[in-house]
Each structure stands twice: as C-alpha cells, then as structure tokens.
C-alpha cells in the first residue's frame, strides 16, 4: 500500500484553513447507494478543491468487490457532469487512495482487518451507511476490537438515518453506541444541516438586528414549514414501507429546521452551546395524546397522477409497496411550543411526495396590524409573511402590502426577493461535502446529539402510536397535487391560508 499518510508536499504552505490531519474513513455499506451517489462524489470534491489531501478510503461490505472492483465502481461514480474537466491525473490519485475488505458485518475477521488498513492515520472514522439492522453488529464488531479508542488517533462513528425506528429503538442503538463510544465520537447524520441556507437560517435571525425583535408571538401569526418532492418513493418502496413520511422527513430533516427556526440565541457558536438551544425547542413541543391526533395530524398517500407531464402510479402500485399499505406518504402537523416566546403560535409544517412542486421552505406569517384603517378599499389583505427558501431558488422572499399606483387606496401584496445565486454567483457545496469536512475536523455542530434525537423521537413516538389505534382509512391524493384535502383544516381560522405549492 502507497504510504499517503506524510504531508503532500504540492499543499505545503497552502492556507487550508479547513484541512483535517491526515484520515481514513471506513464506509459499511459501501456498495449501496448512498455511496454512489454522495459519499464518493463527496470526498473526490473535497479532494479536487484541495481540502482533503492526505487520506484513505476503505470500503467494507458483503459484496465481492475486491480492491480493483471498487476503484472501477467509483471510477464510475465519478463520471459526473461537474467533474468533466477534472483531469484524469487527479481521478487516478484518487481512486489509488481506495481499498476494499470484504466481509460479512457479524463476522470478526473484517473487522481484524481495520487496522492494517487504517494504519499511520491519526483521525479514522467509520461511516455506518448500511440498513439499520447492521449497525449494531458493526458497533459490536468494532468495539470488540478495541477500534473505537485508538492510543494517539482521534476516532469517530458517523451514524447514518434512520436513527431508530421509534424512541424505543433509537435508545437502543444509543445505549450500544454509548458502550463503546464517547457521546463526542458520534456523529450522527442529518444532511439538511449541511446545506448551505439551513446554516445561514442562524446567521439570518442572529446576525441581523431586524428580525429578533418581531420572531416572537407578539408579531407572529404562525409559522409554517413545507418539505415537498415531486418524487416518488421510486426503488425505495421496501424501505419506505417501514418508515413513512413521518419517520423518514419529519422526525429528522423537518424537525432541524423547526429547532433552527424557534430556537433562542446561543451564547456563542460552540456545538454545544448551539445544540443546547435546538434541544430547548424539541423538548417545549406540546405532546400530541393519541386523542389529540385527529385534530393535529393529517395523513395521505398519493394515488396515480401527472406529475410534469409524466401520468405516474399510485403509492400502492410500486415496488416493494403492499396493496393494502397504509403508510403515509404525505403528513401534515400542527404544533405548539409551550415557550415564552411561542406561546399561542401554531407552528403547521408538512412533507410529502409526488406533490405539486419541489421545495423547502419555511414561512413565517406575521399578524395583521391591529386596527386596519383601510378596510373599505381593499377588505381582504394577505398577512405580511417572509418565506425563506432552503431549496431550490435558495433565497428569501418578503410578501408585504403596497398601495397600486392610481387614485385611489387599494392595495395589494408585492414581493421582496434575495436569491442567493444571483447575489453570491457560486453553487453552495453539496451537503455532504460540507459535513464529512466537518466530521473530518471534529466539528460536530451541524450533526445530531443523543438528547436531541430521544427527544424528537419521543414526540413522534405518541403520534405513531395514536395512528395505530386508528383504522379509518387513508386519505389518497392526487399526484402532482398539493396534497391531502383534509390539509386545508387544519389551518383552522380561514383567514389562514397554505403557501402555494
Ligand atoms: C432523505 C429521505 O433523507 O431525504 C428521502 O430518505 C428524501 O425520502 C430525501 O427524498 C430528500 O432530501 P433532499 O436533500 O433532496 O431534500
């Protein structure tokens, strides 16, 4: 084996500011797909931006790969439109850097076989991107041979999603964890916070002075967060079966961007200063009883439908997808925060697929003001709200009231738009990118701590069980619609109205 672990000397002197010690990274799984379709892209960005120079990969799975078969897979993998012009040089170096044990999880001999790999590194991490049921006789297998506490090395564990299946099972994984790891080892994956605009959601609401004083139930009306994918669950059917919109968006992705969303300030930007805050939040949620959830949760699944043009299937007709399924593709909720700031504030958030539009966003409605003086001109007014778009059109949006030139007083509401590409010009590095970096570094910030996830787990955990008390059937929707008529009451006061989708 090339020994890479010594400094490239074509980067000595180079002002990385963010380049990690020298590392190698153990993926379980790696002939799945997460692998090709992040995780390598991933790393060769990273390697190509020059933030990552001194490294190695190794790749652990069932498969028989073998060495050479996996620096062909990845070759593969890397035959991406934005990688075109990256010479082949620097796609040979590399694929050099990778290297393939092959081996059952449960079996020892594997994991026998880490060291030798990993050998001369200082920080080593192992990614566990396999099916949930693996990740406990890899955390075993680990721990049986000493490889999560190696003398002078830095070692981490990067715990991909799903983290459990309901509190139960995800303390469960945590307890197995915390048996041989310390809770700063774990990293545990949620990838919506590596992405660019759910970072600057702190840097808008605590970097700028406008906004703080009115995000508080004093202005605000209610907030509402959208995840929505014209997507369907395609190859994943299995998979999703398990899991659901609920478990598979809303107990991770939607819930960080609720915390980021309603948190108070952190004292300063240490991770756990930060997810002190982000805790506050998902343990202020008000429990939803088993008979409270008819009244704040509505769940769908999407029937056949057009979806850009395309007639696509229903839920129940794809792979791997029972004919009777009852689970959700589609959810709507609708919370409180028992809080100072947020008392009273509804908080409605929803995730879906196969829906109208692709978007991640979240928009806060503010109230009316208190006495509207121009009530005969223009007698219904939409409510002042600012959307910020996570994704696409990353950006801001401010829909406020603006009098219609003429000479008369009727208004209407108009727009004030910031978009981040047009203003910064570059792409925002992929998720992915930004968080192994990260975990590379030892910056667990942006990755999910042990309270955070029992927490959010907890709260999931009562709607899931007060739906399995629930027989009445499933409402379908329309593919390429908006979702789910029952969505709309939700709402409750009709001057209250969903952001179009
Ligand atoms: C994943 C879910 O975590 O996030 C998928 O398992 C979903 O079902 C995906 O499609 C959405 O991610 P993004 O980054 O495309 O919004």
Redesign the pocket.
Known sequence: MEDISTPNPLLQGLELTREPEPFAIVIFGVTGDLTRKKLIPALFSLFVKEHISRFRIIGFARRPWGKEGFREQAADMLDKKEFQNVSSDIKNTFLSRLEYIQSPFEEQDGYARIDEYTKGFHTRIYYLSTPPNAYEPIIEGLGNHGLQAQEHCSTRIIVE?PFGRDLASARKLNMTLSKYFQEEQIYRID??LG?ETVQNLMVLRFGNGIFEPIWNNRYIDHVQIT?S?K?GVGT?GNYYEQAGALR??VQ??VFQLLSLTAMEPPNDLRPDSIRNEKVKVLSSLRPITYREVGDCTVRGQYAEGVIDGQEVPGYREEKGVSEDSRTETFVALKLFLDTWRWAGVPFFLRSGKRLARRT?EIAVYFKEPPHHIFSSQTPTLQKNHLIIRI?PDEGMTMVFNAKIPGYTTVMRPVKMDFFYGRTFGETPPE?YERLLLDAMIGDSTLYTRRDEIESSWGFITRILKGWEEDDSPIPQYRAGGAGPEETRELLGDEKRRWSKL
Request: charge should be positive; proline fraction near 0%; aromatic fraction near 6%.
């Open positions: 999603k990838h919506y992405k995840v994918e997507i994943r598979d968006m991770n992705h991640s994704q998720a």
